[in-house]
């Protein structure tokens, strides 16, 4: 497939143009309120070009309860030359992790919810993409020896949860057709953006949007 950005003929000089253009638009809308985003060492060796982010929740409920913590960071990377794999020029690489109940990690519907919470964000956005590929782990942690004598001391209203999901993923966005104008690619990539960051939400127990409703039980 040829890659929606890509055509035959770029300069580097385009080639950065087009990198820069998509760095500028994740950096000028990756203001939340209810997010600290901030921007990251990219990885290396991945594509030619690369970006990172990272953005974490935390959530306080009215209950006083201990707060419910969701992370992630979200990688953009731009190879002009287009891959095979990944069926464009651009890929967005994305890992969360977030505190839920021991009663949710051990369900064994968890991977699909956590899944759906993602395609659900996209379909929000109004986004499309393609490739999407990815992984939701459940995890639960126990504590031995000196950490297991910590959390007894600290009772169990005070020691964070040991049960988390992890949801790995990553896709290509479709942006614009080859030779399209700067504002697509700017509209689009925020789109994507908005969807991350709903998907994040949704990992901590918030109201995403009007749009999509919150899928975590809770208690």
């Not at 959390?151 to 949860?161: C, I, N, V």
């Amino acid at each position: 497939m040829t890659p929606s950005l890509h055509h035959r003929g770029l300069t580097r000089a385009d080639e950065s143009e087009q990198f820069t253009l998509a760095v500028h638009t994740l950096r000028r809308h990756s203001q939340r309120p209810d997010l600290c985003i901030e921007e990251i060492p990219a990885p290396k060796n991945l594509a030619p070009y690369a970006v990172a982010f990272t953005a974490e929740i935390d959530n306080i409920n009215e209950q006083e309860q201990p707060p419910e913590r969701a992370s992630g960071h979200l990688v953009l990377l731009y190879d002009p030359t287009g891959h095979p794999a990944w069926q464009g020029c651009f890929r967005l690489v994305t890992y969360l992790q977030a505190q839920v109940d021991e009663a949710m990690a051990r369900d064994p519907l968890l991977p699909q919810v956590g899944w759906s919470w993602l395609t659900d964000a996209l379909e929000s956005r109004a986004v499309r993409a393609v490739a999407l590929a990815g992984t939701v782990t459940q995890v639960i942690s126990g504590s031995f020896g000196q950490l297991q004598l910590d959390d007894a001391m600290a009772g169990p209203d005070l020691h964070p949860s040991q049960a988390e999901v992890q949801i790995r993923a990553s896709w290509t966005p479709v942006l614009a057709p080859p030779g399209g104008e700067p504002e697509h690619l700017q509209l689009h990539l925020a789109g994507h953006l908005d969807a991350w960051c709903q998907l994040l939400r949704l990992c901590a127990g918030l109201p995403a949007d009007a749009e999509v409703a919150t899928l975590r039980p809770r208690i």
